[in-house]
């Protein structure tokens, strides 16, 4: 599930940091610390579905107190355990999986939070239109998947402590949010059609994922000067000072690619990186990104073709 997409942008992270304070570090200590960041988002989809064990283990604990506490109309009440017989949710919290996932990682669900999150959003979800609508479909198809998508999606975007508690816990969570999605989305698919394990495979191809992290941050750090010559050649305008930290990282990223990865489009590596200007980097710095490496890219391609035809 991990794609290069995300290992650009973990990487522009750690070269961030190295570039505004961390020139000390060695490169093993940097790809260290990428290692970390990319692992940071295996952690979070495992605490994502940490959290949906709780919750179903809550339905019991309200259960318990309900018939403890409250009249006997209400005793006799069930609708709040109908969340523990969906079949994904039992899956994920009874097999396992998820435990084998939790201890590797060493990710455990923050009990000690103030924010009583886990009781917070069960009792929003047992008062919800949408849970009484769920209830009533329970034999229409797509029901349960599209039940545990909801809880993820709805919570995350509209509750706010539910984004508190997460970003306290992975400060790194609006970049890697849209990926555990697609992670909980396909488990979900894989528990669907009977696979075995169901848990997604967050590494499925080291080598084009992380090992071409790795590669790319030895790259930039080791030609760090090469590549800042080529920029400042083509900022001529500008005072070095002027352009943004970040510009400079992804252009100096780009450039590298473009040397030292010769299988991958240039096409395609203008477009990734113009993508994290676009969303990292000041309003204008899409443009800028994209002329400086459009430009960078077509002058190397006809150095290389001057070259094969000295040869």
């Known amino acids: 599930m991990l794609n290069r997409r995300q290992v650009r942008l973990k990487v522009m992270q750690v070269l961030y940091m190295y ?13 260290s610390a990428y290692d970390r960041e990319v692992g940071r988002i295996e952690r979070l989809f495992y605490y994502h579905l940490a959290f949906l064990r709780e919750l179903d283990h809550y339905a019991l604990t309200y259960d318990a107190d309900v018939r403890n506490k409250y009249l006997e109309a209400s005793r006799l009440a069930t ?9 994904i949710i039992r899956a994920i919290v009874d097999k396992p999986e998820l435990q084998q996932g939790l201890e590797r990682l060493k990710v455990a669900f923050n009990y000690d939070a103030e924010d009583n999150l886990v009781q917070k959003v069960f009792m ?59 992670m909980i ?29 790795q590669e790319l941050l030895q790259k930039v750090v080791a030609h760090d000067q090469e590549l800042m010559d080529m920029v400042l050649k083509k900022i001529h305008k500008w005072e070095p000072g002027q352009v943004a930290v970040l510009d400079n990282i992804i252009i100096k990223m780009g450039i590298a690619e473009f040397l030292y990865f010769p299988s991958i489009p240039s096409t395609v590596t203008i477009n990734e990186y113009v993508e994290l200007a676009k969303n990292y980097s000041p ?22 073709g001057t070259e094969e035809s000295a040869e």
Do not use: C
């Open 283 to 304: 309003p204008n710095s899409k443009k800028f990104v994209n002329g400086v490496l459009d430009t960078i890219s077509r002058e190397l391609v006809l150095q290389k």
């Open 19 to 31: 570039y505004q304070g961390g020139r000390e570090m060695t490169t093993d200590q940097l790809i």
């Open 124 to 182: 929003d979800l047992k008062n919800s239109e949408y849970y009484k609508e769920y209830i009533t479909n329970l034999e229409q198809p797509g029901t349960h998947e599209e039940f545990v998508m909801h809880l993820f999606k709805h919570y995350g975007d509209n509750f706010q402590l539910f984004e508190q508690h997460f970003e306290e816990e992975y400060p790194n969570l609006q970049d890697d949010k849209k990926l555990v999605a697609s």
């Open 185 to 213: 989305k396909k488990t979900v698919q894989n528990i669907l059609t009977g696979k075995e394990p169901f848990m997604v495979e967050f590494v499925q191809d080291w080598e084009n994922t992380m090992g071409f992290g």
């Open 79 to 87: 609708e709040h355990l109908v969340i523990r017989n969906n079949p």
